[in-house]
């Protein structure tokens, strides 16, 4: 916002809310920020999205999502229309084919995959699409459902829980909640044993297997934009969708080595980031 010339503190007010890992607590937050009548709501993912969008249709909503048609968030990416725009990361659910792809090239005995993320996206039309994605590549998908509070008490349940299927592999979507506990997604794989594919490169550095990323960095600037074109008088409905278009490749072969895994060296040999 400082590249657009908005200054917090002189001419730009922010004020932060969370819902803290509570999925049920985020209702009661969009009506207490709209209570307060914004002039723009910028949303940090998909499912505070669809709460602000179910509590205001007169205030803008900018919006960190994954797939917004397939959440029911918008129903036309160019022209989204109503109060709501945004970044997505992964229009179409294309991601997510291109995710299945790298985990079964990585490992090529790949069978059934375990997906990690809060019940409300599982539920939606978004879940039916990744489901629909691990069917064309011909892998069994079972959902690891986050509920209630999601703190890393309900990470240790699920990852509990998983342990007793013994997937090939997990994967974590890009949930704001995963994002969250990362750290603690890392740690658990680790403990476990379990392969993982992740949608953030910094879950390599820190320790994950293998990530194909999009640049959160990127979108965060796109949503300042769009942030600053209604500041400006824009129509947010008016504004397109923007879609992420770089991604990249990171594998941590020092984690691939504990867990006993050999990565083919053509997948190695296209990364962007390797960490020996």
């Known amino acids: 916002m400082s590249r657009l010339g908005y200054v917090e503190g002189k001419n730009l007010v922010v004020e932060r809310y969370s819902g803290g890992g509570q999925i049920d ?15 723009v709501i910028f949303a ?30 918008v129903s036309n990416i160019a022209r989204p229309g109503g109060n709501i725009t945004g970044v997505a990361s992964d229009a179409g659910v294309g991601l997510f084919g291109k995710l299945f792809e790298i985990l079964r090239e990585a ?3 790949l069978s059934n995959v375990c997906a990690i993320g809060p019940r409300s996206l599982w539920d939606g039309p978004y879940g039916h ?14 959902a690891a459902v986050l509920d209630g509070k999601i703190d ?21 979507g890009a949930a704001g909640v995963n994002f969250t506990n990362r750290v603690t997604i890392v740690e658990l794989a680790a403990k476990h044993r379990l392969p993982a594919m992740y949608t953030w490169r910094d879950a390599v550095e820190i320790g994950g297997l ?21 500041l400006g008088g824009t129509n947010p409905g008016d504004i397109p969708i923007y879609q992420a278009t770089h991604y990249e490749l990171a594998i941590n072969l020092k984690t691939a080595k504990q867990l006993g895994l050999e990565l083919p060296a053509t997948l190695v040999g296209r990364a962007d980031l390797v960490i020996e």
Do not use: C, H, W
Request: without cysteine; proline residues 5%.
């Open 210 to 230: 293998i990530a194909y990323s999009f640049d959160l960095a990127g979108m965060a600037r796109n949503g300042a934009e769009q942030v600053g074109k209604i």
């Open 107 to 109: 490992l090529p005995k």
């Open 129 to 142: 699409s990744i489901r629909e994605k691990a069917k064309d590549a011909g892998i069994s998908l079972r």
């Open 44 to 73: 940090l993912d998909s499912q505070t999205a669809l709460q602000f969008k179910s509590t205001t249709t007169t205030i803008p909503i900018v919006a960190l999502t994954g797939d917004p048609v397939a959440v029911g968030l």
């Open 25 to 39: 607590r985020l209702a009661q937050l969009a009506r207490d920020v709209v209570q307060t009548n914004p002039e």
């Open 152 to 172: 890393e008490a309900e990470y240790q349940r699920v990852f509990a829980e998983i342990e007793q299927d013994r997937p090939d592999a997990l994967l974590v």
